[in-house]
Nanobody, 127 residues
Framework: EVQLVESGGGFVQAGGSLTLSCVAS????????IGWFRQAPGKEIEAVSG????????YYADAVKGRFTISSDNAENTVYLQMNSLKPDDTAVYYC????????????????????RGKGTLVTVSS
């Protein structure tokens, strides 16, 4: 059974940094897209960043461009989200999610279209 487990969340002051990790167990697909989503209190879940296994293309939401970086370590079956210059608006539960398939030039992600989803890790940014 495929499982995605996030870690790395925590409490940080505005301007600080955190790195989230998503370990994908039993994930043996060669073709997939994997990404990070977040849900702030009282808000809809939104896509933050994603990466394609096929061409390495990445997607970033406008709100995080230039501050967040997604990367993957295929040998460790792990995807990372490096978050710098954090703002209080970044406070949310961050979820990792993945879907099988061939994806090129990712321009967006839909959480409800991702077959595999983690349980999330909380990021709190204080002002």
């Amino acid at each position: 059974e495929v499982q995605l487990v996030e870690s790395g969340g925590g409490f940080v002051q505005a301007g600080g940094s955190l790195t989230l990790s998503c370990v994908a167990s039993e994930f043996t697909f060669d073709d997939y897209a994997i990404g990070w989503f977040r849900q702030a209190p009282g808000k809809e879940i939104e896509a933050v960043s994603g990466i394609s296994s096929n061409d390495g293309s990445t997607y970033y939401a406008d709100a995080v461009k230039g501050r967040f970086t997604i990367s993957s370590d295929n040998a460790e079956n792990t995807v990372y989200l490096q978050m710098n210059s954090l703002k209080p608006d970044d406070t949310a539960v961050y979820y990792c999610a993945a879907v099988e398939g061939i994806y090129h030039r990712i321009v967006g992600l839909n959480y409800y279209g991702m077959k595999y989803r983690g349980k999330g890790t909380l990021v709190t940014v204080s002002s």
